[in-house]
């Protein structure tokens, strides 16, 4: 059931589409995807807590490689999840980063409560501000965006290369790949979009950081690849272990494999926790990651099987040399369409999607 509802923003009202169906884990969802912007609260972090896909492959990289290391946790989280697991598969040490305030006096009481806590620094900052008595032989991170190196992990991880870590470290994850492939926003709602009611706590977060409202990236849960129109490219490669690039210029051809509509991409992650395993896949997978829609066409364009959609997807260093900022080309059918993800926020209702998720702009 979708309804208006308004959310107090500093003050101000902003009206916003909800839908107050409940989870259905059948059905499509929409959420803000607020990794980039940074953003978490207390439901993200049980979501990634009890995330066993996840999980399950980070337990598996980090028992092969964490024992007899001195360990680097950054951004270890709410729950210490990776500086934990470390410690239990056999390193020799930890020192767990984390950046968020409120998020490092959580971890705090975390580490009081465990067993090894003695194994483990817990440092507050940034990483890129941060030195070690010794270098770490391991790095372990979760900062992996629905778009792959959206919370600035290549700039990130690369620091830790030159700086925290031995010569012969090893990063986990090793690599991440974001796809694209074109889809249709307008027929995954065909009865309209509004945001998850359990997901406007987030959205509030995020304009509250932000000092008011701006475009949101569009996060969609319990979508797969039925809801692909075309083949699908890689747009970003990040790989951990080698060479890492903190930005990027990307150019493809998605070829419509069936009749229907398009009217923007859908970006989602393959992750590798270590090399030659089976990736955690953020498409064809129920995780913490989801795929995000990028508006593009409004309304959308009839396609058929055959058609050719040209996309060109750059990257590159936000002001602030750590996030990224995203731009995406496309043409299809003679037309043009081009759609920006900044790190920081500065547009609110540039795209019709977003004035008729904020009905009041």
Same mark, same amino acid.
């Given at each position: ?33 607020? &990794? ?31 024992? &007899? ?7 270890? +989280?709410?729950?210490? =999840? ?7 598969? +056999? ?56 778009i792959g190196g959206a919370e600035g992990a290549a700039a ?37 979009? @509004? ?26 849960? =319990? ?44 970006l989602w992650i393959e992750l590798w926790c270590l090399p @030659?395993?089976?990736?955690? =896949? ?5 995780? =913490? ?44 059918? @003679? ?14 209702g540039a795209h019709p999607v977003y004035r008729r998720l904020?009905?009041?702009?």
């Open positions: 059931m979708l309804q208006n509802d308004r959310l107090d923003i500093a003050g101000r009202a902003v009206s916003v589409v909800v839908d107050h169906s409940g989870w259905g884990a059948d059905r499509p969802q929409l959420w803000p995807s607020v &990794g980039m912007y940074p953003c978490y609260d207390e439901l993200l972090y049980d979501l990634m807590s009890m995330d066993e896909v996840r999980n399950s492959a980070y337990r598996k990289a980090l028992e092969r490689t964490a024992p &007899g290391r001195i360990a680097l946790d950054i951004g270890t +989280g709410r729950d210490l =999840n990776w500086a934990i697991e470390a410690v239990t598969s +056999g390193a020799t040490e930890v020192v767990a980063i984390e950046g968020m305030p409120e998020t490092y006096q959580m971890a705090k009481q975390r580490l009081a409560e465990i067993e090894w806590s003695s194994r483990i620094k817990l440092c507050h900052g940034l990483s890129t501000d941060v030195t070690l008595d010794r270098r770490a032989e391991l790095c372990v991170s979760e900062i992996i965006g629905d990130v991880l690369a620091d830790a290369r030159r700086r925290l870590t031995t010569p012969d470290a090893v990063f986990v994850p090793d690599s991440c790949i974001t796809y694209a492939g074109a889809t249709c926003f307008a027929d995954i709602f065909p009865d309209g979009a @509004g945001f998850l009611a359990q997901s406007t706590d987030l959205l509030t977060q995020a304009f509250t950081v932000h000092s008011g409202p701006f475009d949101v990236l569009l996060g969609l849960a =319990n979508v797969g690849p039925e809801h692909l129109l075309t083949d699908y490219a890689p747009v970003e490669s990040l790989y951990f272990n080698g060479d890492l690039a903190v930005d990027g210029d990307t150019s493809a051809t998605l070829t419509v494999s069936r009749p229907g509509r398009v009217d923007g991409l859908l @030659g395993t089976d990736p955690v =896949n953020s498409l064809t997978m129920r995780t =913490n990651w989801m795929p995000v829609y990028l508006p593009l066409f409004d309304p959308p364009r009839a396609v058929k099987p055959g058609d050719e959609m040209h996309i060109d997807f750059t990257y590159q260093p936000s002001g602030d040399g750590v996030h990224p900022d995203y731009f995406v080309t496309a043409r299809l059918a @003679g037309e043009t369409a081009e759609f920006h993800v900044p790190h920081q926020p500065g547009t609110f904020f009905p009041t702009t």
